[in-house]
């Protein structure tokens, strides 16, 4: 019985060496990751997530064996960013979960990677690596002191205001086309900015005298200065010698839509300055020339039953762009109609611009019913640029009414964005508005058809008479919970995306102007009121088959 036991111990002895009598390493555990959760968040490998809490950053991590905290190796585990490997590890609720806790504090919206290393030892190998980027939430405290709606209102205007007044081109007065723009001044921008100093007028941001000071100067400058092509004014001039500045190549002549949103500014004006003094008479009667002189007619391209976009004198009809519906530019037809000298013909707008019942859509979008244009509506300023002036509340012709229009086109962009097909972090009730703007890098007509994750605020804001409420809950979003990286010298910036993350640094004037005038129309109807009682209008739009 000895000699068995004996026996059997040199077995297991010779049993547990190796060549040259070496001791036989017992295979590693393999470890993979069964989860990770930071600060709650759940993320998975080669995943992209966004809303995590900020602050101090805390990951759980499970694996399918027991794992040793003291045995991490810091360069193997990161949070990557501003915290790398600056943490601390302690065990889970059990053998097989870890916790990092970082010793710094992540900042809101700043990007991440936490990765763990294909091979690091945690009293086991793993075998598989984990990578996954997310990004931190928005602060959501408050950046400024709560204000009622109304004074919230009142500020948004008049800081908006400031860049048709701060930043206007010293020469001519025009608004400058965007931040940094120098001596481009854009000839559309600077109507809309017209229609907003009667609004800061109105609201004691200005005296009478300083904002009728400031007009001048644009009419003086447009009267003597400006180029003008058969009456119609450039997109783009020289805010010092009113000569054109091409927009491309080919357009280096009349611009009929840009044209029109400046006269729907200067009939804004005529109508509000039209009693007043021997001064502001005068300006009255200059803008009036101006608009007797635009050729309207010109612009049907010799004689077509539609108005053309450009005219050039170095490239004649070139350009080759009709305006035809429906996008922005009804307000161009209207004027067309409207004009004592250079008037068009009901079938111009029948068959240019309404395409003899093309316009009309009809279909449901975000169970919405849209009447008339493309499919979703098309970005926001459709519903904007032209009804600065043109009160669509009761405005209808044959193919629509126009306050169901707008109304339809406002809402359906809010539901679009609150749905959210496309997955960007931040739209919601709080965050929506889909139009032209600069993007990262560029800038493009967004819209539910070219999403491209990017918020204007002026899309929002600029809607307000048709969703007040949808609208005034993104106003306080942009101001109170976005502020600190949005709002700054005049008033919001131009776009953003929470997604990327993106804020622009710009404004541009065909964005700022609407926010002030939007406002105020839907506040008092002041700019409505006045250009829809101009006879001129009255006796187009009867012309043209609406009713108002």
């Given at each position: 019985?000895?000699?068995l ?5 040199i ?29 709650g ?21 499970v ?36 916790v ?13 990677t ?31 002191p ?18 048709f007044t ?12 965007r ?11 600077s ?46 001039m ?9 927009f ?26 039209k ?9 009255c ?9 635009v ?22 009809w070139?350009?080759?762009m ?29 068959n ?31 519903a904007?640029y032209s ?30 964005c609150?749905?959210n ?19 990262p ?17 002026t ?22 919970m ?20 993106w804020f ?42 609406f009713t108002?």
């Amino acid at each position: 019985m000895r000699k068995l036991s004996f026996l059997l111990a040199i077995i297991i002895i010779v049993a547990s060496c190796g060549k040259n009598n070496e001791p036989v390493v017992p295979d590693v555990t393999s470890l993979s990751v069964v989860s990770v959760q930071v600060n709650g968040t759940a993320l998975t490998n080669n995943g992209n997530f966004h809303g995590v809490a900020a602050g101090v950053q805390v990951a759980k991590i499970v694996f399918n064996n027991t794992v040793d905290p003291g045995s991490i190796v810091t360069s193997g585990l990161s949070f990557g960013g501003t915290i790398g490997s600056n943490y601390k590890a302690t065990q889970g609720d059990n053998k097989q979960t870890i916790v990092l806790t970082s010793t710094a504090s992540a900042t809101p919206l700043t990007s991440f990677t936490f990765s763990i290393n294909t091979g690091v030892n945690l009293g086991g190998k793993i075998v598989t690596g984990f990578s996954s980027q997310y990004m931190t939430a928005i602060d959501s405290t408050a950046k400024f002191p709560t204000l009622s709606d109304n004074d919230l209102l009142t500020l948004i205007q008049q800081k908006t205001l400031s860049y048709f007044t701060d930043y206007a081109h010293p020469v001519s007065g025009m608004a400058r086309e965007r931040l940094g723009s120098g001596e481009t001044v854009t000839t559309g921008g600077s109507g809309f900015g017209l229609m907003a100093i009667l609004v800061g007028i109105e609201r004691g941001f200005l005296t009478r005298s300083d904002g009728f000071s400031r007009i001048n100067k644009v009419v003086n400058f447009l009267n003597t200065q400006a180029d003008k092509f058969h009456g119609a004014f450039p997109h783009w001039m020289n805010g010092t010698t009113g000569k054109v500045i091409p927009f491309s190549t080919k357009d280096d002549g009349g611009d009929l839509v840009e044209t029109a949103f400046m006269m729907q500014g200067l009939l804004t004006v005529r109508e509000y300055f039209k009693n007043g003094s021997p001064g502001e008479q005068n300006m009255c009667d200059t803008i009036q020339k101006l608009w007797q002189n635009v050729e309207w007619d010109w612009y049907r391209q010799n004689g077509q039953n539609v108005l053309y976009w450009h005219w050039s004198p170095d490239y004649g009809w070139a350009m080759n762009m009709p305006i035809a519906g429906y996008n922005e530019a009804l307000i161009v037809y209207v004027l067309a109609a409207s004009s004592p000298t250079h008037s068009i013909t009901k079938e111009v707008y029948t068959n240019g611009w309404a395409k003899n019942g093309g316009i009309v859509n009809g279909k449901t979008f975000e169970g919405v019913t849209l009447p008339l244009g493309s499919d979703y509506g098309g970005p926001l300023f459709f519903a904007q640029y032209s009804f600065l002036g043109l009160d669509p509340r009761n405005l209808r012709d044959q193919y629509a009414s126009y306050w169901q229009q707008n109304t339809a086109h406002a809402k359906i962009n809010n539901l679009y964005c609150i749905r959210n097909p496309g997955g960007y972090y931040g739209y919601s009730a709080d965050s929506w508005g889909l139009t032209a703007s600069d993007i990262p890098n560029g800038y493009s007509a967004s819209s539910p058809t070219n999403d491209l994750g990017v918020v204007a605020p002026t899309a929002a804001l600029s809607s307000m008479p048709y969703t007040p409420n949808e609208s005034l809950r993104a106003a306080r979003f942009f101001y109170y919970m976005l502020g600190d990286k949005l709002w700054s010298n005049y008033g919001f910036y131009d776009a953003f995306s929470l997604n990327t993350p993106w804020f622009s640094n710009s404004y541009l004037a065909i964005d700022e102007g609407p926010i002030v005038v939007m406002i105020e129309n839907y506040r008092t109807q002041l700019l409505w009121h006045l250009f829809m009682q101009n006879s001129d209008i009255q006796q187009g739009l009867t012309k043209l088959g609406f009713t108002y």
